[in-house]
């Protein structure tokens, strides 16, 4: 008789992003002189994984694309209209991912697809894992930063000026960086 064998199965945890420490930042060329640097002051999302493994993560965040941010509020009113984000017609940006993929130690290449302006276009974020802790309320916490890039008119932002002397107002390279806490759910 065949001895049984047993195959633990780790229970899904749920991991929630914190709002308060969250980061979602950009940065394009202005002018072809310069960078601009702006970030989205409203994500929400979560992470299901196998507890504190996250090689087989299950990412889904929503932004709120008026919350945008650059510093100058005629420009976010600008980003905010029917030339760039259109807010009034597309509310919100969103990333759900398709896998997750070993990139050495503490870091992962994280893919999925990413909704800007009703266009869906699947993205690499290059994710480093920053660390876990409990914090002094007795939660599990942890960290993870993330960078890529995209091409604004890959998602049909296209609007653009030209220069009198060569080149275009806005770049069409957008540097994406991500800072962020998750909680585990109790």
Do not use: C
Not at 49 to 78: M, Q, Y
Not at 124 to 143: K, S
Not at 152 to 171: M, Y
């Amino acid at each position: 008789m065949a001895a049984a064998t047993t195959t633990a199965v780790a229970t899904p945890t749920l991991w929630q992003l914190d709002p308060s420490h969250v980061e979602v930042g950009f940065a394009v060329r202005h002018l072809m002189i310069s960078t601009v640097k702006g970030r989205f002051g409203s994500v929400q999302g979560t992470v299901v994984a196998d507890g504190d493994d996250f090689s087989n993560a299950e990412v889904d965040v929503t932004i709120d694309a008026a919350s945008l941010d650059t510093r100058e509020p005629k420009r976010d009113e600008h980003l905010r209209s029917a030339d760039f984000f259109d807010v009034a017609q597309f509310p919100t940006l969103s990333f759900k991912s398709r896998r997750v993929e070993p990139a050495g130690r503490d870091r992962y290449t994280l893919t999925g697809d990413l909704t800007i302006h009703g266009v869906t276009r699947e993205v690499a974020l290059d994710v480093t894992t920053e660390g876990f802790v409990r914090d002094p309320w007795g939660n599990e916490r942890a960290g993870f930063s993330a960078k890529g890039h995209i091409k604004r008119s890959d998602f049909g932002l296209t609007w653009n000026a030209l220069l009198e002397a060569g080149g275009v107002a806005v770049g069409d390279d957008v540097k994406l960086s991500i800072d962020l806490e998750l909680t585990k759910s109790k």
